[in-house]
């Protein structure tokens, strides 16, 4: 079985999909968040251009990508390993290369990458005005277009959570986006 069939396979299982899932949407939010506190303080305390608030998300997204990555890489590791030993205690065998071994291998690789790509997706879309700045956007209508594009994106989180839970995705997608708001009307009331 090639690797991309393995892949194919493990995200056919409602297990392995639904905690990618969390691990991404989970830190896409983080990442958003911190890319919308970026912004708005990066304007509001003078920063001269918009590369260099993409240099500053740059480092964001650098932070806690491998963050998110490494972080649900270990857990998983830890936790799939406990679970593991449990079966192996109760099947009394040992399940190094079999199957089941290989397939808790691998939905580890797909919740770390999962819960990678989620900041990093967040933090670059909201990031995009920036790189029209001094051509179509100025600071602060970039930020104010960063801003919107932050919102949107959780806003796309919470319908597509919302419409996996069956509730009404107008409503989750305005709840997750109104923390995108308040991130930003926070920092633009902090002090300096």
């Known amino acids: 079985m090639s690797a991309l069939d393995r892949v194919r396979r493990l995200l056919g299982k409602e297990d392995v999909l639904s905690i990618a899932r969390r691990y991404f ?3 896409g939010f983080d990442g958003t968040l911190t890319a919308i506190g970026v912004v708005v303080g990066a304007v509001l305390s003078g920063v001269p251009d918009g590369a260099t608030v993409i240099k500053i ?3 964001a997204a650098v932070g806690l990508g491998t ?3 490494w972080s649900v890489w270990e857990i998983e590791r830890a936790e799939t390993r406990a679970e593991i030993r449990r079966v192996e205690r109760a099947m009394l065998t040992d399940l190094d290369d079999t199957r089941i071994q290989r397939e808790q291998s691998g939905a580890r690789v ?3 990458v999962a819960s990678g790509l989620g900041p990093l997706i967040g933090i670059l879309i909201t990031l995009l005005p920036f790189v029209f700045e001094g051509t179509v956007f100025s600071m602060v209508e970039a930020a104010l ?3 919107a594009l932050g919102v949107g994106v959780l806003g796309a989180f919470g319908a597509y959570m919302g419409s996996i839970s069956g509730q009404r995705w107008y409503v ?3 709840r997750m986006g109104l923390a995108g708001l308040v991130v930003a009307v926070i920092n633009v009331f902090l002090p300096g």
């Open 145 to 147: 277009a960063s801003v």
């Open 67 to 69: 963050s998110a990555l």
């Open 110 to 112: 797909v919740h770390a």
């Open 172 to 174: 989750a997608a305005a």
């Open 57 to 59: 998300g740059a480092g």
């Open 25 to 27: 949407v989970s830190n």
